[in-house]
């Protein structure tokens, strides 16, 4: 299996950043597409961003140009840097992995990392 350690979550103030990271590991695994989702209160799972092995990304539209993903496939991490963060940016960020190992695709979540935008 593929294991998936999520961090940067935090209290930050509107207007501040966070960085998340998300490390995937597993022997015999090859990790494909990368992403990040997130969840609120009372709210559906929604995409906030996604990253393919060879670097193309996909944004929510919500962003507004306020987050940027990036990867780094030596080591198997993503990244979602998290800029001028509002109080709807609150919520349950969660790491989303694509795994293939032989013929098998798998799909794994993190734990997720909460994230909270206050005054």
């Known amino acids: 299996q593929v294991q998936l350690v999520e961090s940067g979550g935090g209290l930050v103030q509107p207007g501040g950043s966070l960085r998340l990271s998300c490390a995937a590991s597993?022997?015999?695994?090859?990790?494909?597409?990368m992403g990040w989702y997130r969840q609120a209160p009372g709210n559906e799972r929604e995409l906030v961003a996604s990253i393919t092995k060879g670097g193309s990304t996909n944004y929510a539209d919500f962003l507004k140009g306020r987050f940027t993903i990036s990867r780094d496939n030596a080591k198997n991490t993503v990244y979602l840097q998290m800029n001028s963060l509002n109080r709807e940016d609150t919520a349950i960020y969660y790491c989303?992995?694509?795994?293939?190992?032989?013929?098998?695709?798998?799909?794994?979540w993190g734990q997720g990392t909460q994230v909270t935008v206050s005054s």
């Open positions: 597993g022997s015999g695994f090859s990790i494909n597409a």
């Open positions: 989303n992995v694509k795994a293939q190992r032989g013929w098998l695709d798998y799909e794994y």
